[in-house]
Each structure stands twice: as C-alpha cells, then as structure tokens.
C-alpha cells in the first residue's frame, strides 16, 4: 500500500496513504537509486 501511494511521485510532491488507522500524508523529500 505504501509502494502503490509513492508511485509516480517525485521530489517536492505530497502523497496520501491510506491506511487502516488512518490517513497520513508524507512528503517526498528525495528519491536515490541503488548503485
């Protein structure tokens, strides 16, 4: 459910997870790829 929220989102943008105890909204602060 956390993957399915952070898809398509990119660095300054706010997401939704929706979760059983209850919605909660996170930030995207920076995305790093594996090397």
């Given amino acids: 459910p956390l993957g ?3 898809l398509g989102a990119g ?3 706010e997401v939704i997870w929706r979760r059983p105890a ?10 790093v790829g594996e090397a």
């Fill in 4 to 6: 399915r929220a952070l």
């Fill in 11 to 13: 660095p300054g943008d």
């Fill in 22 to 31: 209850g919605d909660q909204v996170i930030e995207v602060m920076d995305i």
